[in-house]
């Protein structure tokens, strides 16, 4: 994770594990789900998206929403991680 997008710290990385975990979600959802404020939360985002592993938009069913989703590169990761675990676990 840290070679896809180094300086993330590891408050960062558990916000971009939400998004995996919930998909499409906003930073409130991602909030509940860490228990990071919505302040730290908004940072860590941002963060995320500079790095090009999320990406935030408006919803267009609420406009006040921003909801959050992971990009090409944030696919990428966890997929990448998972062949890592996987040659791990083979003998």
Do not use: W, Y
Not at 5 to 31: K, L, M
Not at 45 to 52: I, N, P, S, W
Not at 73 to 88: D, I, M
């Amino acid at each position: 994770m840290r070679r896809a997008a180094p300086g993330i710290t590891a408050e960062q990385i558990q916000t971009f594990i939400a998004v995996v975990r919930n998909g499409r979600c906003s930073q409130t959802d991602i909030s509940k789900v860490t228990g990071f404020s919505r302040q730290t939360t908004s940072r860590h985002v941002a963060k995320l998206v500079d790095a090009g592993l999320l990406v935030q938009h408006r919803d267009l069913e609420n406009g006040r929403r921003r909801v959050v989703r992971l990009t090409a590169l944030g696919r990428f990761v966890p997929a990448s991680l998972s062949g890592t675990l996987e040659s791990v676990k083979s003998p």
